[in-house]
Structures are given as structure tokens and as C-alpha cells.
Nanobody, 119 residues
Framework: QVQFVGSGGGLVQPGGSLRLSCVGS????????MAWYRQAPGKQRELVAS???????KYADSVKGRFTISRDNAKNTVYLQMTSLKPEDTAVYYC?????????????WGEGTLVTVSS
């Protein structure tokens, strides 16, 4: 089982940028699709972005063109570069194996990192 710890969140003004990191306790090389999720209070967890080991990426429509996901398997780390942040991006962000692609995995959701976008 791999556990994930997110970092890099904080308070940022609208239009600002943040780079989030998420490190696994073990190898992520065998995880074909890693993903960033976010959850705001009272909201359903939503998929923000995902990345294949092959380099392919996909994004939620709400963040496409603003966020970039990347991964470094050697560091067991996934990144999310966020630009042009909006108040509606405020949420706890965390990474994990894509829950749809890896529906048979039993990794927990680890520790997220809070992003607050506010003037």
C-alpha cells in the first residue's frame, strides 16, 4: 500500500499561482494513472487532473488551460502547477492512483493540502 502526502498549498490571491507536490511512501512507477483530486466543504470529491506513465494527461474542464499535472516516478512524486487561480479552486487537494483506472487498489487517500484562493 502506498500512502500519499500533499504539500505546497496555502493562501493565494485570485490570479495567482501555486505548485503542489504529492509524494508517495513507496514506488508509484507501477501506478499507470496518477491523479489529483480536490474536495471543498460540502462538495463531492472531484477529479482535477490525471497523468499516465506514458505522459498522457487529462483535465477537468474547469481547470483545463490553467493547471498542469506532471509526475516524477524516480521521486515517487506527482505535481500540480496551478495558475490563474480562482476562488472556486479553493479546496483540499490530494493525489492518489486514479480510482477508476485502478479500481482494485486499496490505497487510502493520505494527506491533502489546502488551497485557499481569496483576496
Amino acid at each position: 500500500q502506498v500512502q500519499f502526502v500533499g504539500s505546497g498549498g496555502g493562501l493565494v490571491q485570485p490570479g495567482g499561482s501555486l505548485r503542489l507536490s504529492c509524494v508517495g511512501s513507496g514506488s508509484i512507477a507501477s501506478i499507470v494513472v496518477m491523479a489529483w483530486y480536490r474536495q471543498a466543504p460540502g462538495k463531492q470529491r472531484e477529479l482535477v487532473a490525471s497523468i499516465f506513465n506514458s505522459g498522457g494527461r487529462k483535465y477537468a474542464d474547469s481547470v483545463k488551460g490553467r493547471f498542469t499535472i506532471s509526475r516524477d516516478n524516480a521521486k515517487n512524486t506527482v505535481y500540480l502547477q496551478m495558475t490563474s487561480l480562482k476562488p472556486e479552486d479553493t479546496a483540499v487537494y490530494y493525489c492518489n492512483a486514479d480510482e477508476t483506472w485502478h479500481s482494485d487498489r486499496m490505497d487510502d487517500w493520505g494527506e491533502g493540502t489546502l488551497v485557499t484562493v481569496s483576496s
